[in-house]
């Protein structure tokens, strides 16, 4: 650095002049009434909406109820994360500049994310249903559930297969690339878990056939579709990404 450039770099006081006006910035009188309206509008919408739901809310299987949904949104999430893992891999996203990888990854870790969350939720709801009693011991411990011990089973083998690979995957750097990513795939045999445990459990399987027959299309098309379609010689040519996403 020459003695110009230490003449010309800004210092402390200018860069205090130059942030100040931001850091003193305040909120106007319409931002505080919108903050002040959308508060309102949620605390009304909510009364209306607990209000509407009351019966339901006190009848006996609401906890039932709500792990049997959450557990329905928990695959749904499961196989959005696994399909997409999939397609960043896949040979023909090579071919497709979008979206960029930082997006990709981005769009990965909030299905992970996402996908935990409701998982924790569905188990939550499932350990305190007084109806089922499956309770934490059997909600975390394979076969120690007396309802159902072995489809209850899968998915608690399921829950611990996704904190496995949900857990080494901010560790892929420490592991190496190609150990990591015998561990990342494991999240195949987590969905074909998942799968089994949500056909065996619930009682209503059966009006629940068609949304799994599709789940289970797209991510069995993929996977094959995956390894039967030749690779690139050059993906980053191709503008591919070679993200481990998958």
Do not use: C
Not at 205 to 211: A, K, V, Y
């Amino acid at each position: 650095m020459t003695v110009q450039s230490l003449h010309d770099a800004p210092t402390a006081t200018d860069a205090d002049q130059a942030h100040g006006p931001v850091a003193r910035r305040r909120l106007s009188g319409a931002q505080v009434a919108m903050i002040g309206l959308v508060l309102a509008g949620s605390i009304l919408a909510g009364h209306m909406l607990a209000s509407a739901l009351e019966p339901v809310i006190h009848a006996k299987k609401l906890s039932w109820v709500l792990g049997r949904g959450l557990g329905i949104a928990s695959f749904l999430s499961l196989t959005a994360l696994v399909s997409f893992g999939t397609w960043v891999r896949h040979p023909l996203r090579s071919r497709v500049r979008w979206p960029s990888p930082m997006v990709t990854m981005s769009v990965h870790a909030s299905l992970g994310a996402a996908t935990l969350t409701l998982v924790a939720a569905h188990l939550t709801a499932m350990a305190i249903d007084p109806w089922a009693k499956i309770g934490w011991v059997g909600a975390l411990v394979p076969w120690a559930s007396s309802f159902r011990p072995t489809p209850v089973a899968l998915g608690v083998l399921a829950l611990w297969g996704m904190l496995l690979v949900g857990g080494t995957a901010r560790m892929a750097g420490k592991f190496g690339r190609a150990r990591w990513l015998k561990i990342h795939r494991l999240s195949w045999l987590v969905w074909l878990t998942a799968l089994l445990h949500g056909l065996t459990t619930g009682s209503d399987t059966l009006g629940f056939r068609g949304f799994y027959a599709i789940a289970a299309g797209v991510v069995v098309a993929l996977g094959l579709s995956a390894r039967l379609v030749p690779r690139p010689s050059n993906p980053r040519r191709a503008g591919g990404t070679t993200s481990p996403a998958g």
